[in-house]
């Protein structure tokens, strides 16, 4: 069974052509890799960038969307399997569940609250598959601005920044990825006594 790579990505399509690109570059890769698609499900912005080119290069595409999207035509009819749930919270869920490899490119709200959320759970030991951000162009800096002084400040331990790995680029993901393998963290819950 092919593994499958969920990517957490943008669903603009106002971007700058360069993440579009990355997205497509990433796409490609994944199945030159032997990797399969799991994600929003989506035909617009990067997500409909990241799974054309995963089509158009022979990939499996697997697309989770909820039912309002779905309704207003934006779900990528081509997935080889589209999964449509009801609630944000149940394609979040479909996705973490179907997925070996967890990847952010730059994205908005959506994107940031996915990763994190997978980055909690693999805090908390319930998930431990491995999570890369796709730093293009320093995107991600002042998020890992924010994680450093997160640990700095006692927010969290040392372990935790193990949890993720960090590619500059596309080509850098896969072996991220492979790095990333079997990193625990720490149990969350400091010692009070």
């Known amino acids: 069974m092919t ?35 799991v994600y929003g499900g989506g035909k617009t912005g990067m997500m409909g960038a990241v799974a054309r080119a995963v089509k158009q290069s022979g990939g499996r595409v697997v697309g989770v969307i909820p039912e309002f999207m779905k309704a207003r035509e934006l779900a990528y009819d081509e997935a ?14 479909l996705m973490e569940t179907r997925a070996d490899a967890f990847v952010a490119l730059p994205g908005g709200w959506g994107t940031l609250e996915e990763i994190v959320e997978i980055l909690t759970l693999r805090q908390l030991d319930v998930v431990r598959k491995p999570c890369v951000f796709l ?21 969290f331990k040392p372990s935790n920044m193990d949890l993720f790995r960090v590619a500059p680029t596309v080509a ?7 790095a990333a393998s079997g990193a625990k963290a720490d149990s969350k819950w400091f010692d009070t006594r």
């Open 135 to 155: 730093n293009q162009d320093g995107f991600y800096d002042p998020l890992l601005q924010l994680f450093d002084r997160m640990l700095a400040e006692k927010f």
């Open 80 to 93: 080889d399997e589209l999964v449509t749930v009801i609630t944000m919270r149940e394609r979040k869920l």
């Open 172 to 178: 850098k993901v896969f072996d991220e990825i492979a």
């Open 3 to 37: 593994k499958l790579l969920c990517v957490y990505c943008a669903s603009s399509d106002r971007l700058d052509p360069k993440y579009y690109a990355a997205a497509a570059e990433l796409g490609r890769e994944l199945v030159t890799r032997g990797w399969g698609l």
